[in-house]
T-cell receptor, first 113, second 114 residues
Framework: SQTIHQWPATLVQPVGSPLSLECTVE??????LYWYRQAAGRGLQLLFY??????ISSEVPQNLSASRPQDRQFILSSKKLLLSDSGFYLC????????????FGEGSRLTVL | AQSVTQLGSHVSVSEGALVLLRCNYS??????LFWYVQYPNQGLQLLLK??????LVKGINGFEAEFKKSETSFHLTKPSAHMSDAAEYFC????????????FGTGTKLQVIP
């Protein structure tokens, strides 16, 4: 069966520090992968999506970047965090055989102080 | 522009009462429609979805939703609320064309009062 893992689950970082959030999918190949951010009262905002290794599309201009070094690995990064980067980050992959159903990881809660 | 709107960021119902969470989309072509549920500090999980065929869709935990093309709506209902239904609910849409980009509504927090 397919599973998706995210880590770390929680982290507290000072403003200006770097960030790396990792997401790994198991049990499937060549998934479409997504990073969403959930800020209080603002729903889910699509940040990046990837249809393959090295293929990244950005939805919102921002302080963050994403990379896909391996087929089932998706990384969200920042060189210098801002206060506004605080939020709940969710990685997801899409099950194309199930008409676009998204499978989510458990999320990473980032607090920037 | 294509969009999805959830009316009401917070909804409160009594235990045993009807649950109605509203979702409307803006598109000239019927999209794929989804409802997801999120419990505190967790990821989202699928409740139900509409792609084609029968417009009344049944999901997990006794929820169902009806796709109404004329109203561009996909409201989520449950006849009798249970305490365990307290969570945040998201309507989501895949509009036609392009890659499978899922657009989410802003969410509705459901409170169930004992």
């Amino acid at each position: 069966s397919q599973t998706i893992h995210q880590w770390p689950a929680t982290l507290v970082q000072p403003v200006g520090s770097p960030l790396s959030l990792e997401c790994t999918v198991e049990g499937t190949s060549n998934p479409n992968l997504y990073w969403y951010r959930q800020a209080a009262g603002r729903g889910l905002q699509l940040l990046f999506y990837s249809v393959g290794i090295g293929q990244i599309s950005s939805e919102v201009p921002q302080n963050l970047s994403a990379s896909r070094p391996q087929d089932r690995q998706f990384i969200l990064s920042s060189k210098k965090l801002l206060l506004s980067d605080s939020g709940f980050y969710l990685c997801a992959w899409i099950r194309t055989s199930a008409a676009g159903e998204l499978f989510f990881g458990e999320g990473s809660r980032l607090t920037v102080l | 522009a294509q969009s999805v709107t959830q009316l009401g960021s917070h909804v409160s119902v009594s235990e045993g009462a009807l649950v109605l969470l509203r979702c409307n989309y803006s598109s000239s072509v019927p999209p794929y429609l989804f409802w997801y549920v999120q419990y505190p500090n967790q990821g989202l999980q699928l409740l139900l979805k509409y792609t084609t065929g029968a417009t009344l869709v049944k999901g997990i935990n006794g929820f169902e939703a009806e796709f109404k093309k004329s109203e561009t709506s996909f409201h989520l209902t449950k006849p009798s609320a249970h305490m365990s239904d307290a969570a945040e609910y998201f309507c989501a849409v895949i509009f036609s064309g392009g890659y499978q980009k899922v657009t989410f509504g802003t969410g509705t927090k459901l409170q169930v009062i004992p």
